[in-house]
């Protein structure tokens, strides 16, 4: 068997994937697990989604949208098992043992459902209005995938840290009872930068100041140009630090290219130059995976192969797992 450490994450279905999930999460996991050092397991987080996401349709296009998108930017499936969620039951059985061993105060402390709580007030609404279980205690159902397989460490946004340390305190309290059954599992953040948004926040869905990874070219052009420049003229000196465009090149470029479009702004560069600069190094970038991702969408029917060959792999293993928690707990 392999002693490889086990790196594992997953991705909500909500929305159409984004370049903040791409640099913040996909591609530093997808790293991780191609380095060579961990076994990876990536999956789509459909049950998550069903807190929010009430058309069958809908999450339906979202769970292949999710999957094409881990598949196009480069995850192997012979070397990173990549599963749905939802195909894999023995999640669901840890996540109602593992929640009777989450303190509901750990649940109020819950960044999400807090941000919901505090909404509700500030609108003067029912502290609880549109607040399902599914929401509260998403903490628990975060755990059981993560704790299920004894996964090492998790690749994440800053902004699931907290989910991260709340699993780890679920496995502790019940390790605390029955020995040690789990395996903690650590978080390992991305370094360096936020993806910054068309606005200059943070790149989000609630923000509606993102770009989708696989806009079609021309899309992509359009949008790169919707983001706001002031009006100062083409030959006046800019600073590239202050500029969302500059930003977002860094991401793509190369080090010499870095250095040659900061050279131009400090000569004074037209931001129509500038938009256009940073088109060309995003687009030479997503134009492969782009169209991987547009095959797959276009025949789904390999999405659901290698959906089903990743949960027939995970199975068994969760199984094993689960046969001694049963144990322990003294079902079995
Ligand atoms: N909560 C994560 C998000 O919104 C998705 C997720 C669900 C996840 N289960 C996970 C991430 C387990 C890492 C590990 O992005």
Same mark, same amino acid.
């Given at each position: 068997?392999?002693?490889?450490?086990?790196?594992?994450?997953?991705?909500?279905?909500?929305?159409?994937?984004h370049?903040?999930?791409?640099?913040?999460?996909?591609?530093?996991?997808?790293?991780?697990?191609?380095?060579?050092?961990?076994e990876?397991?990536?999956?789509?987080?459909?049950?998550?989604?069903?807190?929010?996401?009430?058309?069958?349709?809908?999450?339906?296009?979202?769970?292949?949208?999710?999957?094409?998108?881990?598949? !196009?930017?480069?995850?192997?499936?012979?070397?990173?098992?990549?599963?749905?969620?939802?195909?894999?039951?023995?999640?669901?059985?840890?996540?109602?043992?593992l929640?009777?061993?989450?303190?509901?105060?750990l649940?109020?402390?819950?960044?999400?459902?807090?941000?919901?709580?505090?909404?509700?007030?500030?609108?003067?609404?029912?502290?609880?209005?549109?607040?399902?279980?599914?929401?509260?205690?998403?903490?628990?159902?975060?755990?059981? +995938?993560?704790?299920?397989?004894?996964?090492?460490?998790?690749?994440?946004?800053?902004?699931?840290?907290?989910?991260?340390?709340?699993?780890?305190?679920?496995?502790?309290?019940?390790?605390?009872?029955?020995?040690?059954?789990?395996?903690?599992?650590?978080?390992?953040?991305?370094?360096?930068?936020?993806?910054?948004?068309?606005?200059?926040?943070?790149?989000?869905?609630?923000?509606?100041?993102?770009?989708?990874?696989?806009?079609?070219?021309?899309k992509?052009?359009?949008?790169?140009?919707?983001?706001?420049? +002031?009006?100062t003229?083409?030959?006046?000196?800019?600073?590239?630090? +202050?500029?969302?465009?500059?930003?977002?090149?860094?991401?793509?470029?190369?080090?010499?290219?870095?250095? +040659?479009?900061?050279?131009?702004?400090?000569?004074?560069?037209?931001?129509?130059?500038?938009?256009?600069?940073?088109?060309?190094?995003?687009?030479?970038?997503?134009?492969?995976?782009?169209?991987?991702?547009?095959?797959l969408?276009?025949?789904?029917?390999?999405?659901?192969?290698?959906?089903?060959?990743?949960? !027939?792999?995970?199975?068994?293993?969760?199984?094993?797992?689960?046969?001694?928690?049963?144990?322990?707990?003294?079902?079995?």
């Amino acid at each position: 068997m392999s002693t490889k450490k086990i790196s594992l994450t997953g991705i909500k279905p909500t929305g159409t994937p984004h370049l903040g999930n791409y640099l913040g999460a996909i591609k530093p996991a997808l790293e991780m697990a191609n380095s060579g050092d961990f076994e990876g397991y990536y999956f789509i987080a459909d049950y998550h989604s069903l807190i929010t996401v009430h058309k069958p349709e809908t999450l339906k296009e979202y769970i292949y949208e999710v999957a094409a998108t881990w598949l !196009a930017l480069g995850l192997d499936p012979k070397k990173i098992t990549l599963y749905q969620q939802s195909h894999v039951p023995e999640i669901m059985e840890l996540n109602w043992i593992l929640s009777c061993f989450t303190a509901k105060g750990l649940m109020n402390r819950a960044h999400a459902y807090k941000a919901m709580i505090q909404d509700n007030e500030e609108r003067k609404k029912d502290l609880d209005h549109g607040v399902n279980m599914g929401l509260y205690t998403y903490p628990v159902l975060m755990a059981a +995938d993560i704790l299920f397989i004894n996964s090492n460490v998790v690749p994440v946004g800053a902004d699931q840290v907290q989910h991260i340390e709340i699993a780890r305190d679920i496995a502790n309290a019940f390790n605390h009872v029955y020995g040690e059954v789990f395996t903690l599992p650590e978080a390992k953040v991305q370094e360096g930068e936020l993806v910054p948004g068309l606005d200059g926040r943070k790149m989000s869905k609630s923000y509606d100041n993102y770009i989708p990874l696989f806009l079609p070219e021309k899309k992509l052009k359009k949008l790169i140009n919707k983001i706001k420049t +002031d009006s100062t003229e083409p030959s006046v000196p800019k600073d590239p630090e +202050d500029s969302i465009i500059f930003d977002f090149y860094k991401l793509f470029a190369t080090e010499e290219q870095i250095a +040659d479009l900061a050279a131009w702004y400090r000569r004074g560069i037209g931001w129509g130059e500038a938009k256009l600069e940073l088109f060309n190094v995003m687009n030479d970038h997503l134009k492969g995976p782009r169209e991987i991702y547009n095959e797959l969408m276009a025949d789904k029917s390999k999405i659901d192969k290698i959906l089903e060959e990743g949960a !027939a792999r995970v199975r068994p293993k969760a199984q094993e797992i689960l046969k001694e928690v049963k144990k322990s707990i003294g079902v079995l």
